[in-house]
């Protein structure tokens, strides 16, 4: 290996640059992960003053139906709003009379805000509750025929 005035070998220059760019990269690795994450921070803290609900949304030919999973809530107590492309449903646990041993499912208000990825008939929507399951059916907006139209 050849070496110049500075002592330094042209390997040792090419492991040193490429320690450079390493470190760089790893740099703006790391201040886009902080950005990330502290996206994800703010979002988790605006989150605190209600839970989040589990949705399952299932695509069928003439309606999408979402399932809501809102255990411990009483149908009474569900707020549920629709528009042409989205849904969005609050409900409000009442906790139970007694001291709680062990209490997992929480009294936090749900919350659950869900676009949806097309557009519905809103004024349609039909919705039932049972067992925990807030079921809702949102008919799809759809042209069965297109008619065709003369240009003049």
Do not use: C, W
């Not at 659950?112 to 349609?124: H, N």
């Amino acid at each position: 290996m050849r070496s110049d005035l500075s002592g330094s070998s042209d390997l040792e220059r090419m492991i040193g640059k490429a320690a450079v760019e390493a470190a760089r990269m790893s740099s703006q690795a790391s201040q886009a992960a902080k950005k990330i994450l502290g996206d994800v921070t703010s979002e988790i803290s605006e989150t605190k003053s209600f839970d989040l609900v589990p949705v399952d949304l299932i695509d069928t030919e003439a309606e999408l139906i979402a399932l809501v999973a809102l255990a411990g809530a009483s149908k009474e107590n569900i707020d549920l709003r629709a528009t042409e492309d989205s849904l969005t449903v609050d409900a409000r646990i009442v906790p139970r009379e007694g001291k709680y041993l062990r209490q997992e499912m929480g009294t936090l208000p749900r919350h659950r805000e869900i676009k949806l990825p097309m557009e519905i008939k809103p004024e349609q929507v039909k919705a039932s509750f049972r067992d925990g399951i807030l079921e809702v059916r949102l008919p799809k907006l759809v042209v069965v025929n297109a008619q065709r139209v003369t240009v003049e």
